[in-house]
């Protein structure tokens, strides 16, 4: 960062000419550029003609307060630091002065030392707030050209429009349906040097594949069965323009290698012609599949992929957006308020949350959908539960949504029934936990370790009749790690054979063992000492 003065300029306000002239002299000398106003009226006619860094003010001035001059840079929004300079070291006065939006306070007299050090570091501190507005507006926008959004990666998706938009590249837009593909190449469009000139779009969807050629390229009088006269197709139409094709993986193969000849030539025939026309246009392509899988599969183009696939774009569903569906459905209700002429103002808490919680497979479209559907049939001022469709009543009450504030991956996951519940309570060994715990479960090779050396000081066969001292070791391997254990119980108490002494109900499906009795009776006061303090409850199956 600059510690020179050059390049800034800094408003001198002092009425005393000998002291003015002192400060000119600090400032000079550094590089600064400085222009001296020797009373209030003087220091506001300064201020509205030019652009300062820096305004060094004097509170005592002959004809007003210097907190006048303050009061007029927040008046006007004028963008500049500004330093107190005053004879009165009053802290009252200090905190008026950084009321009213002064960033720092000198005291009379001032040596040169202080002045430069105090006027280099509040310029620094200027330009730094200068860089967090610039990065602000850049980098953490809620609204992009018509896009709705304040996540990072819809940040990410800006960036990539402005940096594509002045080029000629093709631009291949990819997500879900309803993520808002057309906005996006509404947006390069605007963006980009052909703002001025047409942006057209074909849904390669829902043209049927005999007329495609035609809506693309056009057609003489009398080129088929229907054609009473010429017709410009979009190719014509979008001359000098962009042009947008809409789901295009849907395109015939057939069509797709005369677009490819038009993409790579410029140059195209209409239907029932002869006659090449040359046209400039700009393409962006988009689609809700993924266009490799589709050359992968023998339905789209590998040269014809490459030809457009030069800029990816991918727009994310609402789902991974984070807070951005919330901005989206204020911004929602508002314009459909204003087209039913209603009066809604917001959303309830209870409405928010579910929203922040659905996934919305059907994404924006959706979001848009249910906000109408409530709007129309609802009145008041607020949105509430009870006014949302009942086809997301039916999905709440299915349990399929947790307004809790679960990770989106859990929120599309299915309830558990009681019988999962109770199995997911129970410990791989067939000890129950208790509702309660909380304690920690180790990593699966750290598990794995722990079971090997608790393993080998395990008394084998588990019989009363093991050694004391092979007993005493195990005690103390137990009493180190709750997760021990049970992997002890998973090893050892729990074996495959005798089906007529099949664990209980207790011990999750699966497990065809057999219960050492020895390990209740004898060792069950030495695996509740081992799990002391961590909430793991241990209780005998019945």
């Known amino acids: 960062m600059r510690e020179s003065g050059a390049n800034t300029s800094v408003l001198l306000v002092e009425d005393s000419l000998p002291l003015a002239t002192l400060y ?3 400032l000079d000398a550094k590089g600064y550029d400085v222009v001296h106003a020797a009373s209030g009226k003087d220091a506001l006619l300064a201020l509205g003609e030019a652009r300062f860094q820096l305004v060094l003010l004097d509170l005592s001035l002959p004809d007003m307060h210097g907190f006048e001059v303050l009061r007029f840079i927040n008046e006007k929004a004028i963008d500049v630091a500004v330093v107190v300079v005053t004879a009165n070291d009053s802290a ?21 030392s202080r002045l430069l050090v105090t006027v280099n570091n509040v310029l620094k501190q200027h330009r730094l707030e200068d860089m967090l ?52 190449a509404e947006a390069v469009h605007r963006l980009s040097d052909r703002a001025g000139q047409a942006f057209l779009t074909i849904n390669c969807a829902a043209i049927p594949r005999d007329l495609m050629e035609s809506e693309i390229f056009g057609h003489v009088k009398g080129a088929f069965t229907g054609a009473h006269s010429e017709r ?14 809409d789901e295009l993986c849907e395109m015939d193969l057939d069509l797709q290698s005369k677009l490819l000849r038009f993409i790579q030539s410029g140059t195209f025939q209409k239907v029932g012609s002869s006659v090449s026309q040359q046209v400039d246009i700009r393409f962006v392509c988009a689609t809700n599949r993924d266009p490799l899988e589709e050359v992968r599969a023998g339905r789209f183009r590998e040269d014809l992929y490459y030809r457009l696939h030069v800029i990816p774009l991918r727009l994310p569903p609402l789902r991974e957006r984070g807070g951005d569906c919330l901005l989206i459905a204020r911004k929602l209700l508002q314009d459909i308020c204003a087209r039913e002429n209603k009066a809604f103002q917001g959303f309830s808490k209870e409405v928010e949350a579910i929203m922040r919680a659905y996934p919305w497979p059907g994404n924006v479209r959706e979001l848009e959908n249910v906000i109408m559907n409530m ?17 997301l009543h039916a999905i709440l009450q299915k349990g399929v949504v947790d307004t809790q504030g679960s990770s989106p991956a859990a ?11 109770e199995d997911q309570e129970i410990s791989p060994c067939g000890w129950r936990r208790s509702a309660s ?63 007529a002494r099949r664990a209980p109900r207790e011990i999750p499906a699966g497990y065809s063992v057999c219960l050492n009795k020895f390990i209740y009776f004898s060792c069950l006061s030495w695996m509740d000492k081992a799990c002391e303090g961590t909430g793991i409850l241990l209780r005998a199956p019945a």
């Not at 021990?484 to 074996?495: G, K, M, T, V």
């Open 24 to 26: 000119r002299e600090y």
């Open 92 to 112: 009252s006065v200090a905190m008026d002065a950084v009321h009213l939006g002064a960033v720092d306070f000198l005291t009379k007299p001032i040596d040169a």
């Open 133 to 184: 507005d610039s990065y602000q507006q850049c980098y953490e926008r809620e609204q992009f050209e018509g896009l709705v959004g304040a996540s990072p990666v819809m940040q990410g998706v800006y960036r990539v429009i402005e940096s594509a938009a002045s080029s000629r590249a093709s631009i291949f837009i990819t997500g879900e349906s309803g993520t808002g593909k057309e906005l996006c």
């Open 232 to 245: 410009d197709g979009a190719a014509t139409l979008a001359d000098g323009g962009t042009l947008f094709l």
């Open 375 to 391: 709007v129309v049939l609802g009145e008041g001022e607020q949105l509430t539960v009870e006014m949302l469709p009942e086809s």
């Open 411 to 421: 929120r599309t996951r299915p309830a558990a029934s009681a019988a999962e519940r």
């Open 437 to 499: 715990s909380s304690a920690p479960s180790p990593s699966a090779a750290a598990t794995c370790r722990r079971r090997r050396r608790c393993w080998r000081s395990v008394p084998r066969p588990c019989t009363a009749s093991a050694r004391p001292g092979k007993r005493r070791r195990w005690t103390r391997c137990l009493a180190k790690c709750p997760a021990i254990c049970f992997a002890f119980c998973e090893a050892n108490c729990l074996r495959r054979g005798n089906a």
